[in-house]
């Protein structure tokens, strides 16, 4: 059996600190709080280097000695890249500023940055010998649950609200996923992941109630770092649901420091919601250090129509301790800012991703983003899975072409 080399000492309650023995199967803490994974940062830094790293095949595997995987059987690839990072230099000509930069996760195996988290999540399963996993999904996490499930040989199952998107329960199901259509939201659709645990025997994969989704977000800060020299930019916008990539960023950059392969600057983290669905912007501006269920959660961007998040006061903590802030843009200004940054630097974003543009913009206005900070927007999943508007003008070919009407 081969070894990875990895430096887990133990996982840690988020809340309260309390130790949980690595290499055992956890859920959420006992006191429901998330657990997050800790390493010998001293043995990892004298273990591996920076340009070890970048002489490694440019996947996100790349950064093992960070990751808590022990065994190299088990780890599940389907082609984790190393997405771009795409300047958007007419935009920023336009609004007179230093520089926008959009991170691209859509690149990635399902076409969503869930890859990273289920990646690790499902690796992990796998290492602790899960057969059956299950989650609620507004779409992108489903889809990487079922790819990397039907990969490692997990059974998974698989709960959408009945409004999400048809492309991604379609996907789903055809990825290998067992899914169901449920009439309520995301939370209501996690109620009946947890109700089901004895009965079916199966593993909750929820966004942050198992302690590895966080590593593999974790990767996008690792990677955007050293994409850009090993440093960070000034701000960073993310379209923020569940958050764990938020978080998981904001403990890439805690490792990194820890380790001096970056400085003392850290980003501003921003965390991006849709008006409809605000409940970290409410919590954040009324100084509460957890938010409380936001009622009657609408928008079209579905992937963060999330209600009630495990990880708020993660969200909320990184948030503040980064200077953020965080900021709700409404519907027809992420539909306007998708179909601008479309246009104008040819980069098709998906709703979620426009979100984090249209708030850079309001923020420019309002002077909580300066013109001279260079910011990272995160696109997190391929525009090319989202319903577009109809389009296209018909030409009857038994008629000569009018080509002054075009």
Known sequence: MSETPTFVTHLE??????????????????????????????????????????????????YREFLPVR?????????????????????????????????????LPTGSFKARGLALAVTM??????????????GNAGAALAAYGSRAGIETYIFCPDDTPEVNVREIAL????????????DDCGKIVGAGKETMNWFDASTLKEPYRIEGKKTMGLELAEQLGWEVPDVILYPTGGGTGLIGMWKA?????????????????VAVQAAGCAPMVRAYEQGEEFATRWEDAHTYAAGIRVPAAVGDFLILRAVRESKGFATAVEDD????????????????????????????????????????????????ATGLKYPMPAAGRRIDISKPVNYATL
């Open 13 to 62: 309650c988020s809340l309260t600190g309390e130790h949980y023995p690595a290499d055992t199967l956890h859920g959420l803490s006992k006191a429901g709080k998330p657990l997050l994974v800790r390493y010998d940062l001293e043995a990892l830094s004298k273990s591996v280097t920076k340009e070890t790293i970048g002489a490694r095949i440019p996947e996100f595997w790349r």
């Open 71 to 107: 065994h190299a059987e088990n780890i599940i690839r389907l082609g984790e890249v190393m997405t771009p990072i795409l300047p958007l230099p007419k935009i920023s000509k336009r609004l007179g500023v230093t520089e926008i930069l959009v991170k691209d996760e859509g690149r």
């Open 125 to 138: 399963a796998k290492e602790l010998g899960v057969k059956r996993m299950a989650m609620p999904t507004n």
């Open 175 to 186: 990825q290998g996923g067992k899914t169901f259509l449920v009439n309520g939201l995301i």
């Open 253 to 269: 950059f805690a490792e990194l420091g820890k380790i001096g392969w970056i400085g003392p600057k850290r980003p501003r983290m």
């Open 333 to 380: 200004e992420i539909a306007a800012g998708l179909a601008e940054v479309a246009q104008t630097d040819g980069v098709l974003m998906c709703p979620e991703g426009a979100a984090t543009y249209a708030a850079y913009k309001k923020e420019l206005k309002s002077g909580r983003i300066a013109p001279n900070e260079r910011a990272l927007l995160f696109n997190c």
